[in-house]
């Protein structure tokens, strides 16, 4: 029986080192994460994980769940780090919903910001593109 949990766990591990380097995502982000998406849970008032790294020129498709009680989004800066003029926004959300976010992640490696707009200033996380 020993035998078998531990090759179960090795199998399942195997997966998951697959399933990150597949998506080119870090371990910081690897739990809910498949291919092309990244679940990302919404609480209050952080997210979780707040640190994320994926592949330029790739679309992901963030899963939000809000899993606290207080309305939350997910708001992406632009390139230039200016909220304000981003496209990539959701809608604001109460608890117990999901809603997603698709991004065309920019070729160019860098760094992108992003908050909920709601608690703008403790609800924060980056996005690194590679």
């Not at 809910?32 to 919404?42: E, F, H, L, R, S």
Request: proline share 6%; glycine share 8%.
């Amino acid at each position: 029986m020993r035998i078998a949990r531990s090759g179960m766990l090795a199998l399942a591990l195997t997966a998951l080192l697959s399933l990150s380097a597949a998506c080119g995502s870090s371990s910081s982000n690897s739990a809910g994460t498949t291919p092309g998406q990244v679940t990302i849970k919404m609480f209050d008032n952080s997210f979780k994980p707040a640190d994320i790294t994926v592949a330029a020129s790739t679309t992901v498709t963030f899963k939000l769940p809000n899993v606290g009680i207080l309305p939350h989004n997910m708001h992406i800066a632009s390139e230039r780090g200016i909220y304000r003029e981003s496209p990539w926004i959701t809608p604001i959300i109460n608890g117990g919903q999901t809603t997603e976010l698709v991004w065309e992640v920019p070729a160019q490696p860098g760094t992108y910001n992003f908050r909920c707009d709601v608690h703008e200033v403790e609800m924060v996380g980056t996005i690194t593109v590679e």
